[in-house]
Structure formats: C-alpha cells, structure tokens
C-alpha cells in the first residue's frame, strides 16, 4: 500500500487557475498542491503520509491543537490562494482520499452537484460579522450615590446597577443583531448562523454573542462591510466586527443535502 494518501483542500473550475499559481504553493505537512482534474472540474490536491490521516491517527491529531491549527492555517492559505482566482467549494478540513483517481472518481459521480454548487457561488465571497457585549463589570454610580447606606446594602445597589448596565447592553445586541439580519436580507444572497465563539476561538474583549456568516455578491461587498460595521452605532456596550472576504466556506453544502448530512467530497472513502 502507497504510503501517501490525496489531501483535498477543494473543488473548482479546472481552467480558472493559472499555470503558474500553484508553482510557489504548499500545502498541509509543506507539501505540493496539484489539481486533479475530472471534465470541466479540478480538486486541489496534495500527497500527505496516510500514517497521519486514518481513523485512529486523525482522532488522535484532534485533540492535538497545535496539529489542529498547523493544519487548518494550510487548508485555509490553500483555498484562499485559490479563490484569488476562481470560485472554490471548500471542502472539509482534513479530507482524504486514497489516491488521485479517487479523486476523480467522487468528482465523476457528483459532477452535476459539484457544478451547480460553483454556479451558485459564482461571483461571490463570504463575510463574517461578530456581535461582542462588553459591558463594565462594575457600573458607575453618581456621586453620592451610596451616602448614608450600610456596607451590605451599598454592595447590593451595586450589584443591581452591574446587572442593569449588563441588562441594556444584551437588549442593544439584540437590537445590532436585528440591524445585521436586515441588511443581510437587502445585501446577501445567503445567511449562515454559527456557534459563538468563546475561549481561544474568541478574539477581542468582550462576550461574543453573534456568530454569522453571509454570502455577499463581488458588487455589493463594500456597501455591505460598511454599513455591517455601523451596526453597532448608538448602541452601548456592543461592538461589531466584520472579517473577510473569505471563500464561502459556509455555502458550501451540496444542493439538496443538509450541511449535517455527508457529502461524497468530505467523506474519506
């Protein structure tokens, strides 16, 4: 048995690539990134040890987070690489094949799937936009405020303060969120609601409370960003942040399959 296994980052348009822009790419573990291609359709493929990537070793690479990062910041410099050129589907993180012609094989019985996905896609990338709460853990009080009170009850009317300033600054998320899920509705083709994002995964200060993605055409993205970004205008104690453009990573379902469902090309055969 060959002791490589196909890496497969993602798939494309096989004629959207030029010659030359995957001379200077490496991909997971440094290695080469190739196309496989299959008709009109390309993966982009690299040879990885398969010691790394069967069952027991890939349960193992999990739980191993600076494995896990290593690889995932490869996947993603691949696919970003890649989607400066054409339009990608993304594939899973950590989705391997046998070998090249089994690439080819999954892209031959998936084509009209795989083609109708690149057709919706067309023309457009994924922005990312993050609601914090970041309320004061204490909260100010006028002067004079707790003259003439027991330390016990001067205790308690902070605390009411504390949960009154944290109170408002979730009701005026709410209301970010609300501003957020209307513009996508006027500027995006497609809205994807993700898990808030704590400990490591969490950047910046604050308690991250919206966790969204939104497939915005090329033409549309500059008025999106900016008014995303002003969301949060007026509205204490919340701060919204927009990333990207980023390849649609969270689009990138097949047609007529849930995302929870496996698709052919995540699944190692």
Excluded: C
Excluded at 105 to 128: I, N, P, S, Y
Excluded at 211 to 226: G, I, M, T
């Amino acid at each position: 048995m060959d002791d490589r296994v196909s890496y497969a980052y993602a798939v494309l348009r096989g004629h959207g690539v030029p010659g030359g822009a995957l001379e200077a790419l490496t991909g997971v573990a440094g290695a080469p990134v190739r196309l496989v291609t299959s008709g009109p359709l390309a993966a982009a493929v690299s040879p990885v040890p398969a010691a790394d990537f069967d069952e027991d070793a890939l349960r193992r690479h999990l739980e191993d987070l600076d494995w896990l990062e290593a690889v995932a910041r490869a996947h993603h410099t691949v696919i970003e690489a890649l989607s400066a050129h054409t339009t990608v589907l993304p594939l899973r993180l950590a989705t391997v094949y046998l070998d090249d012609e089994r690439v080819r094989q999954v892209m031959r019985e998936d084509d009209a799937a795989f083609t109708e996905a690149l057709e919706r896609l067309a023309g457009h990338l994924e922005w990312g936009v993050k609601i914090y709460v970041d309320a004061p853990a204490t909260a100010a009080e006028p002067p004079g405020a707790g003259e003439g009170l027991s330390p016990g009850r001067a205790y308690l009317r902070a605390r009411s303060a504390q949960r009154h300033t944290r109170d408002q600054a979730y009701r005026a998320a709410e209301e970010a969120a609300a501003r957020v899920e209307a513009i996508g509705r006027e500027l995006a083709a497609a809205h994807a609601r993700h898990r808030a994002q704590q400990g490591r995964l969490a950047a910046g200060a604050g308690e991250n409370v919206l966790n969204d993605a939104f497939l915005v055409a090329h033409e549309q993205a500059e008025a999106f960003r900016s008014r995303a970004l002003a969301a949060g205008e007026g509205l204490p104690g919340v701060r919204v942040d927009v990333t990207g453009p980023w390849a649609p990573y969270s689009f990138a379902a097949l047609p007529g399959r849930a995302r929870s469902e496996e698709d052919p090309a995540d699944a190692a055969p």
